[in-house]
């Protein structure tokens, strides 16, 4: 009922033809509008972590209620030879969030990308036993996790571990351990930190084949007793793809199975692709050509229209799930900061974020206060069930 109530409040609103801005009269900030609906998350990358764009840190402070580390965070810059920790860019994104009252995420503890290639090979450069890589992973998960033990307040503990079809990921964790990697990774993140939630995190969830896999693997931790709270769906999509509807499906389908959903890294680009999806395998590029990078003045209106209407879709869509989508969290604060200039092909003016090049907000900004404030007012007003 509560879903149906926000459902048909934000339609309304959106038939109405709402024409309130980011930039308009109403001051009121996207944290503010969402608090009690979901956080609202931003990844810091580090000339804001190392408090060199003040102009981007102001609006994360003032806009957003949660964070989560770019890069920082990642094994190869963690741990970049075997038992030599790096921590000062993670400490200071862990400050910068408990200064500002903000819900601190950490991004990621086990992933095939961004893996300091010590991590799977011995002295000779052979593969190591599942027995040292096992350990290397528990050193690693402990360590980390008991650092921001009580203050980093969730995990990424796995990240893109299944494919589109839904079989495991041919990975070198897989390879040596085989699924196995997964749980254990979760059990020893939990022992590190029994009171952090544990999520696992991937892209392109909306799969169906993928869904069923990941909801197969949520049933049976569950079974086993292992934790996990949410899963963290990226949410690198573009403008044709994914379609509304599968994603809907995607996240319904997570709830059912008896977890959470965060929205973990999202962008939209509003650029061209050759793909039939919206992948983010980071090993997966293109080779750059003017006629895929066509908007290097700016967006046209029509585009940035058909832009602003997608990501007030998928706004729309988050709020459909009360309690059921916990956070959302964009992948950058600002477009000219947007690792999507530089992939799948290097060197594109993308607009995928929600603030401009200018740490202007974009109109979506606006609508999505209004849409919070809409779903807000439904609730206050409504019969007690
Ligand atoms: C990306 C960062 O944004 C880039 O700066 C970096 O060069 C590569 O990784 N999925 C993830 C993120 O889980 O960690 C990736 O972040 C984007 C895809």
């Known amino acids: 009922m509560k879903r149906l109530i926000y459902t048909l409040v934000i339609a309304a609103l959106t038939l109405s033809n709402n024409s309130c801005t980011g930039n308009g009269a109403d001051e009121t900030t996207m944290k503010e509008a969402l608090q009690g609906v979901f956080h609202i998350g931003t990844a810091l990358n580090l000339e804001q972590i190392q408090g060199r764009d003040t102009e981007s840190t102001d609006i994360v402070k003032s806009q957003f ?15 970049p030879r075997e038992g030599e920790f790096f921590w000062d860019d993670a400490d200071r994104f862990v400050e910068f969030g ?3 009252g903000l819900f601190v995420t950490g991004h990621c503890l086990i992933w095939h990308s961004q893996t300091p290639e010590w991590f799977f090979v011995d002295d000779e450069g052979n593969d190591v036993s599942a027995e040292v890589l096992k350990e290397r992973m528990k050193n690693h998960i402990t360590t980390v996790v008991g650092r921001y033990k009580g203050r980093v307040k969730g995990w990424d503990v796995v990240n893109e571990a299944i494919l589109e079809d839904g079989s495991w990921r041919n990975s070198k964790f897989y390879r040596i351990l085989g699924e196995e990697f997964i749980a254990l990774a979760f059990q020893w993140a939990h022992e590190a930190d029994p009171d952090a939630e544990l999520y696992y995190n991937d892209y392109n969830e909306w799969y169906p084949a993928k869904r069923d896999a990941i909801v197969g693997m949520v049933r049976r931790f569950k079974e086993r007793g292992i934790r996990i709270d949410a899963i963290g769906m990226q949410g690198h999509v573009n403008m044709e793809s994914p379609g509304l509807g599968l994603y809907r499906s995607a996240i319904s389908a997570y709830i059912s199975a008896g977890v959470k959903v965060a929205i973990t890294e999202l962008d939209i680009s509003a650029l061209p692709t050759s793909r039939r999806d919206s992948g983010a395998d980071i090993s997966d590029t293109e080779t750059y050509s003017q006629q895929m990078n066509p908007y290097t003045d700016g967006l046209p209106e029509d585009v940035a229209a058909a832009w602003n209407q997608r990501m007030a879709d998928f706004f729309r869509l988050f709020m459909e799930f ?12 600002a477009d000219g900061d947007s690792w999507k200039n530089d992939f799948p092909i290097r060197g594109r003016t993308d607009y995928p974020l929600l603030f401009d090049r200018q740490y202007q907000p974009k109109p979506v900004v606006g609508e999505i206060v209004a849409m919070a404030r809409a779903g807000a007012d439904a609730e206050a007003g409504a019969p007690s069930l």
Do not use: D, F, H
Request: aromatic content about 6%.
């Open 65 to 79: 209620s949660a964070i989560v580390a770019e890069n920082c965070m990642k094994s190869m810059y963690l741990q």
């Open 322 to 333: 009360p309690g059921g989508v916990t956070r959302v969290t964009l992948w950058g604060v």
């Open 98 to 100: 408990e200064q500002n």
